[in-house]
Nanobody, 117 residues
Framework: QVQLVEFGGGLVQPGGSLRLSCAAS????????MNWYRQAPGKERELVAR???????NYADFVKGRFTISRDNVKKEVYLQMNSLKPEDTAVYYC???????????WGQGTQVTVSS
């Protein structure tokens, strides 16, 4: 059973930065694609950033140039560095692991990010 635990959420002022981490309890981490999603109140969950097992990255247009996704296959963690945060970035941020070989996926429990003065 895959478990994902997110860390690093909190309250930050507009223009500030936060770094989210997601730790995965899997035997082999490197074979999985990793994603960060977010869900704001009353809105659907949306993809924020993705890093594949080959370290290719993709970003939603609304975070390009501000957020950076990265991974550490030794620590079995994925990160989301968020800079120049805006109030509209306020949401619960979720980590998602995808295993293309088995067609499976797992979600973390989410971490709250609030951008407010």
């Amino acid at each position: 059973q895959v478990q994902l635990v997110e860390f690093g959420g909190g309250l930050v002022q507009p223009g500030g930065s936060l770094r989210l981490s997601c730790a995965a309890s899997v035997i082999i981490f490197s074979i999985n694609d990793m994603n960060w999603y977010r869900q704001a109140p009353g809105k659907e969950r949306e993809l924020v950033a993705r890093i594949t097992r080959n370290n290719s990255t993709n970003y939603a247009d609304f975070v390009k140039g501000r957020f950076t996704i990265s991974r550490d296959n030794v620590k079995k963690e994925v990160y989301l560095q968020m800079n120049s945060l805006k109030p509209e970035d306020t949401a619960v941020y979720y980590c998602k692991l995808e295993n293309r070989a088995f067609g499976s996926s797992s979600w973390g429990q989410g971490t709250q990010v609030t951008v407010s003065s």
